[in-house]
């Protein structure tokens, strides 16, 4: 994330100096990156110790109750990172040979706001010396699995990733630190005999690829970690752990160095079988550990010191990861070692024949649902601070804090939804608090773009966002005029149907210009009655035509006079045919159950399903569904919810929809614009109800006769399709024990079964994480609820059990059905980031969003000419970076590692021609991420369409709509 709090310029570029000799030499601050490693001997086995705290920002704690140490009873004794850092630093400056990682961004950035000049110049020393080595650089530690990659993008800098608690890890995240320019990627959790098989197989170690279109330029070098990311058992000496010390006094009769060395001794054998060259790396540290650093290093100093004296023959170091990469590095060349390529991902997560950790695909959904609206405001501000920045005006501090708590919901026990109640209440306050003061200054800039005054009543004076509209509160809507203003954050002009709750079925829609714009009334589909607030029974749709790239438009609603003209509200229909003839759908008008699908003109037999899963309990040693893990009774299968609903359909001009009602708890509608090709799912489930005293897990699953050979397709944290394959691994003998939840993956965006004789692709597209899959063929099922009765005993100790207004929580999400989408969908460019850098520079990121196999044209690369891509500026220079724009692209040296029969990893950046033309290419699934240097132009009024050429994607919908009242 693009902070600049503190300096990070704590890898120096010297990458491929030798290393230094002498251990005991006085700190020189002149070496950095690798020349500050410690010797490792080519004919020793070289013992890595890394010391390292993995921190969780929130988990049983909030993040603040982590950082002071509130709450103690919680959490084994520990106090507070910032006691952590305190420690840590004063014992590095003790030894210039210690060596410690420091991970999670969020609590060092806030210890490092609070030190003296002294102190801060004493860390930048211990970073510069290679003492203290930021890895991964993230605000958190991010989880990989309901993640979308544009936030894990947001919220990188370094050069080595420490993924080492995340359960399960994608090709997407291995892709990204790739082209981060990171050198390697270090992890653990992984499916239990795929680790056993890697063991066995010297597979610990590999070049993984993530993404087959860009090749070589996604392989990043990946070691697995041996058996946790904690300290060898009996050899943490922190003050939770309570591990004999090593003493090492000869004349104690407590002395006990050697067989302390000796217990080490055989960790080390052990572990050596299973690694290629002459490095092995372990982790010494854990949870919360180094509260009392000097305590831990003095034991570390005494254990290297047995070693030199009983087991000479192995060279034992401090180190970090980046110096393992090196030395492994060197070892391989050194000795013609390589590396098998890995091209798949590792999940889903399982640590035992019954216990896959899916059930966190969907936890905590409306938290989930949360993180992307926070996303979406984000992504929005930044550029119109940028906007901004051209006419000489700061709002950078709006959307400081929203940086900060979007990369604390990436976090593995954040968004995954893994932590307790307060702490999720906790997380909900941070993001709610950042994303009103992000708007706090949006109208004032929407203002300037459409170059109105802030105080122009025409317009009016205040903003807000309708972040309850779901829930069909906003309370300004119901005046008498209100104003809308939509934003299209997209590099291409786009429609969008907006959505607003009204309290009156009379209304007129005006464009910003004049001109009435066609609405259609209909009822709500909930009153949501236990919600306080304002109450709508009524939804006012119309659609918002033609938005410019980057552009802005308003629309007067106001609420007519009864006396005036006929109510708009949409009146019931009899048909169960709805839609055109090109779209649409047809409802059983004996069940009201979806029948068939029109899309594209052909007409697919189509129904729908509500179940739900039992979840099993932990009687007689089996584990239970909890919030991690999904486990539905043994023996079971999904049962269903009702198989007929209390129906009623509505015709329009503008949409087409049917209100089902399956039970008191589960509501849906379904909905048909028209001339638009697709179809939305609008459901409404909960309170939920255990069932015979067992967890309940809601799923909705879509039927047709589709053939797709038990094959089925899901996204990478929204990125590239990923093939799965029903009860089978591609690298290791897969068993069978839960054929459930183990065949259950995690969808961030998309899930696709494809029929290879009847040449189509059904696509349900979601707008937050679930887990989900192909079951049978012809089906796609996704988990939307989960209410649970037991903990599954994996450390947060609580049950998930959301509660709200005294009852379990009622979530609302849409799913949105398409049909042979790939070939339908327009060109292929996406605008993923742009946000102010700089005075007079900006941060460009522009994404080739298909895949060579989507289709054969959109497949293809494509040229995009930056000259004339922004209205506000002109763009003088342009260079090219890294993908976390901390490193220009032609600077960026990476590791290289050899590959079993491949070539060697290879970058690409700005060519001279392009830097000349500003014209550049973008290959399948290529992101490239440049710093523009701009001039401001000047501009008399913004209202039409921007030079913004990138075409169109649907994957992915990050509109937000403004409310502006007065």
């Not at 966002?465 to 291409?492: D, I, K, M, W």
């Not at 009860?727 to 995690?746: A, F, K, Q």
């Not at 399948?924 to 169109?952: C, K, W, Y």
Request: charged share 25%.
């Amino acid at each position: 994330m693009m902070f600049h709090i503190f300096l990070l310029c704590l890898l120096c570029t010297a990458l491929g100096a030798p290393p230094t000799d002498d251990l005991r030499s006085p700190r020189d601050t002149t070496k950095c990156g690798y020349t500050s490693c410690h010797k490792t001997d080519p004919e020793k086995l070289n013992v890595h110790l890394v010391p390292h705290s993995h921190d969780d920002v929130g988990w049983k704690r909030t993040v603040d109750q982590y950082y002071f140490g509130n709450n103690e009873k919680d959490h084994m004794g520990i106090r507070g990172v910032e006691d952590i850092i305190n420690s840590v630093v004063q014992s590095l400056n003790e030894d210039p040979n210690r060596r410690f990682i420091q991970v999670e961004t969020a609590f060092f950035a806030r210890w490092w706001e609070t030190q003296t000049d002294e102190i801060k110049t004493m860390v930048k020393e211990l970073v510069n010396n290679g003492q203290l080595e930021m890895v991964s650089g993230g605000w958190s530690m991010n989880d990989e699995a309901a993640t979308n990659y544009q936030s894990i993008i947001d919220q990188m800098t370094p050069r080595v990733g420490w993924q080492i608690d995340p359960f399960g890890h994608t090709n997407a995240m291995a892709t990204v630190l790739a082209e981060l320019g990171f050198d390697g990627l270090f992890f653990w959790r992984l499916d239990y005999r795929d680790s056993e098989a890697r063991q066995t197989d010297r597979r610990t170690e590999f070049v993984w690829r993530g993404n087959s279109d860009l090749g070589s330029k996604s392989d990043i070098f990946t070691s697995l970690l041996y058996e946790n990311y904690n300290a060898p058992l009996y050899f943490c000496w922190d003050i939770q752990c309570g591990d004999e010390p090593i003493i090492d006094d000869k004349s104690s009769t407590e002395y006990n160095v050697k067989r302390k060395v000796d217990q080490f001794h055989k960790r080390i054998a052990a572990q050596a079988k299973n690694y290629q060259t002459n490095n092995i790396l372990i982790t010494m540290g854990g949870d919360f550990t180094y509260q009392a650093a000097e305590m831990y290093y003095v034991n570390i100093d005494r254990l290297i010191k047995g070693f030199q004296e009983f087991h000479p023959e192995i060279n034992m170091i401090y180190s970090t990861p980046s110096c393992y990469l090196n030395a492994v590095r060197e070892s391989a060349e050194r000795n013609g070692i390589t590396f098998p390529l890995e091209t798949n991902d590792f999940m889903p997560y399982a640590t035992s024949r019954h216990t896959y950790w899916t059930g966190y695909y969907s936890s905590r959904p409306n938290s989930k649902r949360f993180e992307r609206q926070g996303n979406n405001l984000l992504q929005v501000a930044k550029h119109l601070v940028a906007f901004e920045n051209a006419k000489n005006k700061s709002f950078e501090g709006d959307v400081i804090e929203l940086k900060k708590i979007m990369g604390v919901m990436q976090h593995h026990d954040a968004i995954t939804g893994t932590e307790k109640q307060h702490v999720t209440d906790d997380y909900v306050r941070m993001l709610t608090n950042a994303m009103q003061e992000a708007q706090k200054s949006i109208h004032t800039m929407i203002f300037d773009l459409l170059k109105y005054a802030v105080d122009d009543e025409s317009v009016g004076a205040t903003l807000n966002s309708c972040l309850l509209s779901n829930v069909t509160r906003c309370a300004e809507s119901g005046e008498q005029r209100f104003t809308v203003a939509v934003y299209n954050p997209h590099g291409h002009t786009v429609s969008h149907f907006v959505r607003v709750p009204v309290v009156s079925t009379k209304y007129s829609v005006a464009g910003l210009h004049g001109g009435k714009i066609p609405f259609q009334i209909s009822p709500v589909i909930d009153t949501f009655s236990k919600v306080p607030g304002t109450q709508s029974l009524y939804e006012l749709t119309f659609k918002a035509t033609d938005i410019p790239p980057l552009g802005v438009n308003y629309f007067y609603i106001t609420k007519e006079d009864s006396t005036v003209n006929e109510p708009n509200l949409i009146e019931p229909s009899d048909k169960t045919v709805l839609g055109t003839e090109s779209t649409g759908i047809e409802i059983d008008s004996t069940t009201g159950l979806l029948k068939s699908v029109t899309l594209n003109g052909v007409n697919q037999v189509v129904s729908q399903q509500f179940l739900y899963y039992q979840s099993s309990n932990a009687s007689g040693g089996t584990r239970s569904s909890g919030a991690y893990v999904f486990r539905p009774s043994a023996g079971t299968e999904a049962l269903i919810i009702s198989d007929k609903t209390e129906f009623v359909t509505y015709q329009g001009e503008i949409f087409d929809e049917v209100h089902q009602k399956f039970n008191d708890w589960l509501k849906q509608s379904i909905r048909v614009y028209k001339n638009e090709n697709y179809i939305e799912f609008d459901w409404i489930v909960g309170p939920l109800s255990y069932v015979n005293k067992l967890g309940i897990e809601v799923i909705t699953r879509y039927i047709t006769d589709l053939d797709n050979e038990a094959t089925f397709y899901t996204d990478s944290n929204g990125r590239q399709l990923i093939k799965r394959v029903r009860n089978h691994r591609p690298t290791y003998e897969y068993t069978n024990e839960e054929p459930i939840s183990g065949n259950y993956y995690p969808v961030t965006s998309r899930i696709v079964i494809k029929d290879k004789m009847k040449k189509i692709d059904m696509a349900i597209l979601n707008d937050r994480s679930q887990g989900g899959s192909s079951l049978t063929d012809g089906q796609v099922e996704l988990m939307i609820h989960r209410r649970l009765m037991n903990d599954d005993e994996f450390g947060v100790e609580e049950v998930l059990n959301e509660r709200e207004y005294g009852e379990g929580v009622i979530v609302r999400g849409q799913h949105y059905l398409f049909s042979g989408f790939m070939s339908s969908l327009p060109d292929n460019v996406r605008l993923l980031t742009l946000e102010s850098f700089a005075p007079n520079k900006l941060l460009l990121r522009l994404e080739h969003p298909f895949s060579k196999d989507d289709d054969e044209i959109l497949g293809k690369p494509v040229i995009v000419d930056l000259k004339d891509l922004l209205t506000l500026y002109t763009i003088k220079s342009v260079s090219e970076t890294t993908l976390g724009s901390n490193q220009l692209k032609s600077d960026n040296v990476r590791l290289q590692f050899p590959i079993k029969g491949n070539e060697k990893a290879t970058g690409k950046e700005l060519t001279k021609e392009e830097d000349e033309t500003l014209k550049v290419t973008l290959n399948p699934m290529e992101i490239r991420t440049f710093i523009l240097d701009v001039e401001a132009r000047q501009l008399t009024r913004i209202t039409g369409s921007a030079n913004i050429h990138l075409p169109h994607t649907l994957l992915t919908l990050l509109f937000i709509a403004i409310c502006v009242f007065h």
